[in-house]
């Protein structure tokens, strides 16, 4: 079964939601930024079946975060549908002079997803250093790094504490030579697939607006690297996706 294990199907990227969730075959995991997106979440959630969700505070959104923020998240994960805590994590990308509070933020979320025992969906951008040692402090947690940049050495840091890698679009692009060495080099139960709409369309649709029916495309390129069946690579991938989000859903 295909599982997209990170998009953003909202409303201020699309005019056409049904269109979009049903052209998949197969789960769609839609993953909160802030408040207003994690509360599109909840609705998307109750009005698809193949729709699952996380819900966080991502760091370009924390200068906007409340009491309330941390409340919507944590009384909503008694829903079965709400299947992790993310997007979350650290950049230092665009905004490095507020590192302690982005640290802090994190930190938090972390701990609720302890709490409950949820999967991870992290951001880390910039801020390789920082995002491995906080998460060497939360190695009983099941954690994906969404949209993995890093090196092949990293990554191989981040697999001893026990994460899985998020592979999207980027794979396709012919100069990231960086993340094809890690799917080159690491097996590919490490890996889920992700297209992280509306962002990062696979080739041939660079350029255009994502949509999670993509993901086909990035499992493809796993599959020629991997010189392995595109069938088998979506089952791979899917196992893994299902077993980091607690999902029994036949594949």
Not at 89 to 106: A, L, M, T
Not at 175 to 195: A, C, G, M
Not at 202 to 212: C, L, S
């Amino acid at each position: 079964m295909l599982v997209d294990t990170h998009s953003h199907i909202f409303l201020e990227y699309y005019n056409n939601i049904d269109e979009v969730i049903n052209k998949m075959d197969g789960i769609i995991i839609v993953a909160g930024c802030d408040d207003k997106t994690n509360l599109e979440v909840l609705d998307l959630v109750s009005k698809y079946n193949k729709v699952y969700g996380t819900l966080g505070i991502q760091p370009e959104a924390i200068d906007k975060i409340t009491d309330k923020s941390y409340k919507i998240i944590e009384e909503s994960l008694s829903n079965p549908k709400i299947v992790g805590i993310g997007e979350i994590g650290i950049d230092y990308h665009w905004v490095s002079d507020n590192r302690d509070k982005q640290i802090e933020v994190f930190k938090k979320q972390l701990d609720i997803a302890r709490k409950y025992n949820k999967c991870v969906v992290i951001h880390s951008r910039d801020a390789a250093e920082d995002t491995l040692n906080i998460l060497k402090e939360y190695k009983d947690l099941k954690k994906i790094l969404h949209c993995y940049g890093y090196s092949l050495e990293l990554a191989r840091e981040f697999q001893k504490i026990g994460c899985v890698f998020g592979i999207g679009g980027v794979l396709t692009f012919k100069n990231n030579r960086k993340l094809k060495e890690v799917v080159e080099q690491l097996d590919i139960n490490n890996f889920v697939l992700e297209t992280d709409s509306p962002y990062l369309s696979p080739e041939p649709f660079r350029g255009q607006k994502n949509e999670p029916a993509n993901v086909r495309l990035v499992a493809e390129k796993i599959a020629e690297i991997k010189n392995l069946d595109i069938e088998k690579t979506i089952e791979i991938t899917g196992k893994t996706a299902l077993s980091q989000f607690d999902l029994e859903v036949k594949i």
